[in-house]
């Protein structure tokens, strides 16, 4: 079992930054970040694999960085450049083993944090 616990979510304004942190009981292989914006599903953000490689959903890439701390069992996501349509709960997520081709697909994961509220205000 695996506890997530999000935080560091707020509103900000566009062209601004956050820095979401995701403390965990422990860190496992594969963690990532999540996002949902009212009605709309949950989608991918970043994740972060084993060997620390990354992988970013198009629309963040170049504007946010996903990154761990394992000695304090800590994953974070320095989001830059915010815009409006960022807005959306960030949940942080993680699971021992997810296949390649589903990396940022939210049901291949199965530990859950409770999310974090972030809005971009023009």
């Known amino acids: 079992q695996v506890q997530l616990v999000e935080s560091g979510g707020d509103s900000v304004q566009a062209g601004g930054s956050l820095r979401l942190s995701c403390a965990a009981s422990r860190l496992l292989p594969y963690m990532g970040w999540f996002r949902q914006a009212p009605g709309k599903e949950r989608e991918g953000v970043a994740i972060i694999g084993r060997s620390d490689i990354t992988n970013y959903v198009d629309s963040v890439k170049g504007r946010f960085t996903i990154s761990r701390d394992n000695a304090k069992n800590t994953l974070y996501l320095q989001m830059d450049s915010l815009k409006l349509e960022d807005t959306a709960v960030y949940y942080c997520?993680?699971?021992?083993?997810?296949?390649?081709?589903?990396?940022?697909?939210?049901?291949?994961?199965?530990?859950w944090g409770q999310g974090t509220q972030v809005t971009v205000s023009s």
């Open positions: 997520a993680a699971d021992t083993s997810v296949p390649s081709k589903v990396l940022l697909n939210p049901r291949a994961y199965k530990y």
